[in-house]
């Protein structure tokens, strides 16, 4: 994690004894932070560790905590969409990323029939990577709402774009039984929003100081 003191000298803090804890836990997890940055430096913190990584994690205080795990490093199957970079003003832009995203996986595991459903694709997607690596699925998502904020003035882009994300998101919870471990960031976790119906399990950790973002 990146620390900026007062004399604003950025230096590097070790909160991975958090990371440890975090990825420990069973449940799913939900953070905001109007820092975008520290959002997706967390994401490829653990996007590294779900893939075993561990000469990133090399001389940290979560390398010392996983000495006596005999599972520790193990690589897991990781789906992580990144939702930060796209301009969701344009035209059918949020489609085109998760195809993007799903094409990809669909390549790296050998996947020929694609449906035209997006959560179908998805749920097509995990179990297939479980059935390859014996392993239950991590999924991480970066920013799912920043393609709801760029047309927040245009209600019907807006709730177009909502739906296409209910889709997409609610294989999170009929796929339950298949996922090791859930992390999504946004600017706010909005309660009346479709998609978190699905999603109503999510630990919000947003105002957790550990994490340091």
């Known amino acids: 994690m990146i620390t900026t003191n007062n004399d604003n000298n950025v230096g590097y803090e070790d909160k991975t004894a958090d990371l440890y804890r975090l990825v420990h836990d069973i449940v799913p997890f939900f953070m905001?932070?109007?820092?975008?940055?520290?959002?997706?430096?967390?994401?490829f913190?653990?996007?590294a560790y779900w893939e075993g990584d561990k000469?990133?994690?090399?001389?940290?205080?979560?390398e010392k905590l996983e000495e006596n795990n005999p599972n520790a490093w193990q690589s897991y199957p990781v789906f992580y969409f990144d939702f930060t970079t796209s301009d969701y003003r344009t035209e059918?832009?949020?489609e085109e990323v998760i195809?993007?995203?799903l094409s990809g996986w669909e390549k790296l595991y050998?996947?020929?029939?694609?449906?035209?459903?997006?959560?179908?694709?998805?749920?097509?997607?995990?179990?297939?990577?479980?059935?390859?690596?014996?392993?239950n699925c991590v999924v991480l998502v970066d920013e799912y709402d920043k393609a709801i904020f760029d047309l927040a003035d245009d209600k019907e882009k807006c709730e177009h774009n909502c739906n296409i994300l209910e889709d997409l998101l609610s294989v999170l919870k009929s796929s339950d039984g298949d996922l090791r471990f859930i992390f999504?960031?946004?600017?706010?976790?909005?309660?009346?929003?479709?998609?978190?119906?699905?999603?109503?399990?999510?630990?919000?950790?947003?105002?957790?100081?550990a994490m340091g973002i």
């Open 32 to 43: 905001s932070s109007p820092r975008e940055s520290a959002k997706s430096q967390l994401l």
């Open 45 to 47: 913190t653990l996007k």
């Open 55 to 62: 000469e990133l994690f090399r001389g940290l205080e979560i």
């Open 92 to 94: 059918n832009a949020l």
């Open 99 to 101: 195809d993007y995203h």
């Open 110 to 135: 050998g996947i020929d029939y694609v449906s035209d459903n997006n959560a179908v694709r998805f749920s097509n997607l995990i179990v297939k990577a479980k059935e390859i690596t014996g392993k």
């Open 184 to 209: 999504i960031t946004g600017k706010r976790k909005c309660h009346k929003a479709k998609m978190f119906n699905a999603l109503d399990y999510l630990v919000d950790i947003s105002f957790n100081d």
